[in-house]
């Protein structure tokens, strides 16, 4: 394995360092203000930040736009996973701060199904727009009245229906924890549902494109993460009730649903993981500046035993999860993200869990500031729980990983060894 980074790699981590130092870090405080004030001027707290519209231009022409999108002639500048996971490491310092590179979640993983997956038209449509950073996207598959960590319990209704009107899809149904919903600018949602309820286990699936202005589609409301809505992107609740869109918006099929999501997910589970090592990245360095800073007992509190054990901990697990998901990231570009499966189930659990672990002793570390708005660790420490459920929780990947590593030792046919021996 060789986990060197390409030269255009390592020069497009200065000019992304630069980029943050310049224009994202000195803005943190501006970005939340933007928002609260779009909120009482306006009464809208879902109106986009003009500092990120900003920003994008300066962005795209550094060269520092669309890096996520492997293989595509649509994305020349696209990277392989392994020279991705260093900048989207840099990226997930601030969690607003990937939108304005177009390399923000959930359109990442929408745009690598339109390219993977979509037909010439669908790309045309949404798949263009997406790229050049005008619209944002949606993926609803969670629902709130089935344990959605299972997607065959999916319920939502996508129905065929022939008529002299034209060839349709009808959707029923109720999806929650849609990121993205709340932003005006989001015009698709990708929504998985069961086109045939009696076929195979896992070919009752599919996924349809929806425009977001389709009759019939209704936005709940904002759900709040911790008590943060996340404004102006949010994760919505929204109800499907009697949605009609063109055949031709079905992907791939009927039956296909599961598929999709496989290739979807696996790429949105390592860019999730590669933030996660950014936010824990700079978690620890918070924690470092605020140790040196602050004197108890008579000494700095960096000279007490029971921080120089998390510091040296905190460094070890981060240099741990970074490791297995360059690994998991050199098998995706090497041998394809199924060979993959089980290291990108790792990191999924591997990584949100040693980010938990910093931010919390971080937060520590600054006593009563840490969990304040005066620093950036109570807002990260709540999106990154998150991540433990968000794309499959911790105990679905890790079942999955024991499935793999139980595969390996089964015994031959008729040669099971008594339990005494």
Same mark, same amino acid.
């Given at each position: ?242 949605? /009609? ?8 099929? &009927?039956?296909?649903?599961?598929? *999709? #999501?496989?290739?979807? =997910? %696996? ?117 990154? /729980? ?8 911790? &105990?679905?990947?890790?079942?999955? *990983? #024991?499935?793999?590593? =139980? %595969? ?14």
């Amino acid at each position: 394995m060789d986990f060197d980074y390409s030269d255009r790699c390592k020069a497009l981590q200065e000019k992304l360092v630069a980029f943050m130092d310049e224009h994202i870090y000195p803005n943190e405080n501006a970005f939340h203000e933007e928002v609260d004030e779009n909120g009482r001027a306006h009464g809208n707290r879902w109106v986009p930040t003009q500092l990120i519209e900003r920003l994008k231009p300066l962005a795209r022409d550094q060269g520092l736009w669309n890096l996520f999108l492997p293989r595509s002639p649509r994305a020349p500048e696209g990277l392989s996973n392994l020279d991705y996971a260093p900048l989207c490491e840099i990226m997930g310092r601030v969690p607003w701060a990937p939108e304005v590179f177009n390399c923000a979640a959930p359109d990442t993983g929408n745009m690598e199904t339109l390219e993977r997956y979509g037909s010439e038209e669908h790309k045309r449509r949404w798949l263009e727009p997406l790229l050049r950073g005008e619209i944002r996207s949606a993926f609803a598959m969670t629902e709130p009245a089935v344990a959605s960590s299972d997607a065959t319990n999916i319920a939502t209704r996508i129905e065929h229906h022939r008529s002299g009107a034209g060839d349709d899809y009808v959707i029923n149904g109720h999806k929650w924890w849609i990121s993205g919903a709340g932003d005006p600018r989001c015009k698709l949602f990708i929504v998985m549902g069961k086109t045939d309820p009696e076929a195979a286990r896992h070919q009752q699936q599919s996924m349809i494109l929806v425009p977001s202005d389709a009759p019939g589609i209704t936005i709940v409301r904002p759900l709040p993460v911790f008590g943060y809505d996340d404004a102006p992107h949010g994760h919505c609740e929204i109800l499907f009730e009697n949605v /009609r869109v063109p055949a031709q918006n079905l992907l791939l099929g &009927e039956g296909r649903g599961f598929e *999709i #999501a496989q290739g979807r =997910l %696996g790429p949105g589970r390592i860019h999730h993981c590669m933030r996660a090592i950014g936010v824990a990245e700079r978690a620890l360095e918070l924690m470092c500046r605020r140790l040196n800073e602050r004197v108890a007992f008579g000494k700095r509190l960096s000279e007490q035993g029971v921080w120089r054990e998390r510091i040296a901990q905190a460094r070890i697990q981060i240099d741990t999860a970074r490791l297995l998901t360059l690994k998991a990231a050199y098998m995706m570009d090497t041998v394809g993200n199924k060979v993959a499966q089980a290291e990108i189930a790792m990191i999924k659990v591997l990584a949100p869990n040693v980010a938990q672990q910093v931010l919390d002793w971080a937060i520590q570390a600054h006593g009563a500031a840490g969990v304040s708005g005066e620093f950036p660790l109570a807002y990260q420490w709540a999106a990154n /729980r998150t991540l433990r459920l968000a794309d499959g929780p911790d &105990e679905v990947h890790r079942n999955a *990983i #024991a499935k793999i590593e =139980l %595969g390996k030792y089964q015994p031959e046919p008729g040669r099971l060894t008594p339990a005494g021996d």
